[in-house]
């Protein structure tokens, strides 16, 4: 009954690779977000989906590629993973449109990426 | 200068104690305040939302002073299990964008 679960928990993988993280949550909400936290634990947005469709696109290298198939998925392609990628990910959602009104985040559990 | 300010600590206070945390933003059509609590290794979790009038919320209370554009996080009587990265988020007025603060380490010791 996870409300928001992203997969792998961990990545490990060489320079140059491509991958993949998915994000799914069962809350109904309607938005959901990528953030990357760095090695100084600066949490920062990457991009945000609101039904499906993009409303946030932070200054992110296009190596970077969300995908929302759905408004209950949002999963994160990343082409050619560079040493400076390393951090941890975390996918959130919440309900942004109608009651309730501020709804807070819910984030995933976060993927530690490695790229070595 | 970033959209908001925290300062990074670490508080290292005995257990019982009282501890406050301030944090500034620098974007005055800030709508939203919030403090998330982020434990070693894992997600951040809302603590609670900061209303204009000040709440409580157990040994919790936050303030919010617009004039100054600063948030404040009070914890009365310290637990161990206090221990934590504490999270000051803003939200923007127009987008769903939260930014958030880089975090105070909280060390509560016995």
């Known amino acids: 009954d996870t409300a928001v679960s992203q997969t792998p928990k961990y990545l490990v993988t060489q320079m140059g690779n491509d991958k993949s993280i998915k994000c799914e949550q069962n809350l109904g909400h309607d938005t959901m977000y990528w953030y990357k936290q760095d090695s100084k634990k600066f949490l920062k947005i990457m991009f945000s989906y609101n039904n499906k469709e993009l409303i946030i696109n932070e200054t992110v290298p296009n190596r970077f590629s969300p995908k929302s198939p759905d408004k209950a998925h949002l999963n994160l392609h990343i082409n050619s993973l560079e040493l400076g990628d390393s951090a941890v990910y975390f996918c959130?959602?919440?309900?942004?449109?109608?009651?309730?009104?501020?709804?807070?985040?819910?984030f995933g559990n976060g993927t530690r990426l490695t790229v070595t | 200068r970033k959209e908001v300010e925290q300062d990074p600590g670490p508080f290292n206070v005995p257990e019982g104690a009282t501890v406050a945390f301030n944090c500034t933003y620098s974007?005055?059509?800030?709508?939203?305040f919030f403090w998330y609590r982020q434990d070693c290794r894992k997600e951040p979790k809302l603590l609670m939302s900061?209303?204009?009038s000040g709440n409580e919320d157990g040994r919790f209370t936050a303030q919010l002073n617009r004039a100054s554009q600063y948030i404040s996080l009070l914890i009365r009587d310290s637990k161990l299990s206090d221990s934590a990265t504490y999270l000051c988020?803003?939200?923007?007025?127009?987008?769903?964008?939260?930014?958030f603060g880089a975090g105070t380490i909280l060390r509560v010791k016995s």
């Open positions: 959130a959602s919440s309900q942004e449109r109608g009651p309730p009104n501020n709804s807070p985040l819910h």
């Open positions: 988020v803003v939200k923007r007025e127009y987008g769903n964008k939260l930014v």
């Open positions: 974007n005055s059509a800030s709508q939203s």
């Open positions: 900061v209303y204009s």
